[in-house]
């Protein structure tokens, strides 16, 4: 019984570290996927004239925590970034019509 | 009786033109770009929401909006903070360039008593033209480097042209050109376009709040906000032009500033000093 368990805990072992080490291995890529669809939609919010300093800042982060290998951080913060730049284009877009509500008639 | 029938139709299908032409027209009017009028109802707006203080008095911003605050400033321009930077402008307005003219030279009146006609729409160019710009042009045509459009040499330099038009009324023109009929257009509705993550138009404050507290600072009303220009700001510890507001009223709501004199900046220039037109230059200014 006390085998079984103890087999049981090494395979759990091993388990949780290939869970740990698989992602770790492949997040190089995913971090250069999101960062790179992340400064396309901040350069489309340039176009607009309505960049957000939430975004480079975030952008910012991301490529520090990419420098420093913790892929798995810059991947979540480039994929921040890209929700916000992506916000900033719906304000740009939407306030295209919407201003008008603010104006003083 | 097929004749009566037609008459019917063809007056029924006019009726129902005109009808349409009609409905049409309000929003067609609506839309159409009408200075005087928005001017008429921007004024109006600030004087119905504040109906104590006196239309001279807006262009002294947050000390207009509270009658402590409004003592503080009476004390503060007995001795202002403003003024080394008005002696340092009034040095350098007067100091020749190295090619012997000086920005007199640049200047309908020698550049003495005229801040109030700007920003002014440049018919050869087709933009706007600042006050700021036309000061680093005037620079660059005389084979001087330009200044920083925030620092404090513009500052200075602006400050003691509009103490020369101290008490003279806002006078901004809009000639009957389509383009600065669009700069007009397009100043306006940057002033009311939301941006930054906090979602903050320049109206969310200094239509929608003037008066109210944003964290400890009293916010200023529209009406008259850029009549002070340039300001010693207690907050920078130092002077600020008009093009330092503009980026860092951008930066504070999170969104990038643009570049200084870019032309967004230039029209809403020109749009908040049109619907400030009548009210007196107060520049240099003093805020907390």
Not at chain 1, 87 to 105: C, D, G, H, V, Y
Not at chain 2, 41 to 63: I, M
Not at chain 2, 223 to 236: C, D, F, K, Q, T
Request: net charge positive.
């Amino acid at each position: 019984m006390r085998n079984m368990m103890q087999k049981s805990a090494l395979v759990l072992a091993l388990l949780a570290a290939g869970a740990v080490s698989a992602p770790a291995a492949g997040s190089e890529d995913e971090f250069k996927a999101a960062y790179a669809a992340a400064e396309t939609a901040n350069k489309e919010a340039g176009k607009l004239r309505n960049q957000w300093t939430t975004t480079a800042a975030t952008l910012a982060a991301s490529k520090k925590a990419a420098e420093a290998g913790e892929f798995d951080k810059a991947t979540a913060s480039a994929k921040e970034a890209e929700a916000l730049a992506k916000a900033s284009i719906f304000q740009a877009t939407s306030e295209k019509t919407r201003w008008k509500e603010l104006e003083i008639r | 009786m097929k004749r009566r029938s037609a008459i019917t139709l063809v007056s029924a299908a006019l009726a129902f033109a005109a009808l349409t032409l009609a409905s049409a027209l309000p929003s067609d009017a609506a839309d159409k770009v009408d200075p005087v009028a928005d001017a008429k109802a921007f004024r109006k707006f600030f004087t119905d929401k504040f109906p104590k203080v006196k239309l001279e008095d807006f262009v002294n911003g947050p000390y207009s909006m509270n009658e402590d605050l409004y003592r503080q400033w009476q004390e503060k321009e007995q001795f202002p903070p403003y003024e080394f930077s008005l002696e340092m402008g009034k040095e350098m307005f007067s100091k020749p360039f190295k090619n012997g003219k000086s920005y007199a030279d640049c200047f309908p009146n020698g550049g003495i008593g005229i801040r109030q006609n700007y920003p002014y729409f440049d018919e050869k160019e087709g933009k706007i033209i600042t006050l700021e710009l036309a000061l680093n042009r005037c620079r660059e045509a005389n084979g001087e480097a330009p200044y920083s459009y925030v620092r404090d040499e513009m500052a200075a330099l602006t400050a003691y042209m509009a103490f020369t038009s101290r008490g003279k009324p806002m006078d901004i023109k809009i000639p009957d050109d389509p383009r600065a009929l669009a700069a007009y257009e397009n100043g306006k509705e940057y002033f009311y376009t939301r941006r930054g993550q906090l979602n903050f138009s320049c109206a969310t404050c200094h239509v929608q709040s003037p008066g109210e507290r944003i964290r400890a600072e009293i916010l200023a009303p529209a009406l008259g906000i850029v009549n002070a220009m340039p300001i010693y700001r207690s907050e920078w510890s130092g002077m600020g032009t008009t093009s330092r507001r503009f980026t860092t009223c951008n930066s504070q709501i999170r969104g990038v500033p643009l570049s200084p004199q870019d032309d967004e900046y230039r029209n809403v220039e020109y749009y908040l000093s049109y619907v400030s037109n009548g009210l007196p230059i107060s520049g240099p200014g003093a805020r907390p």
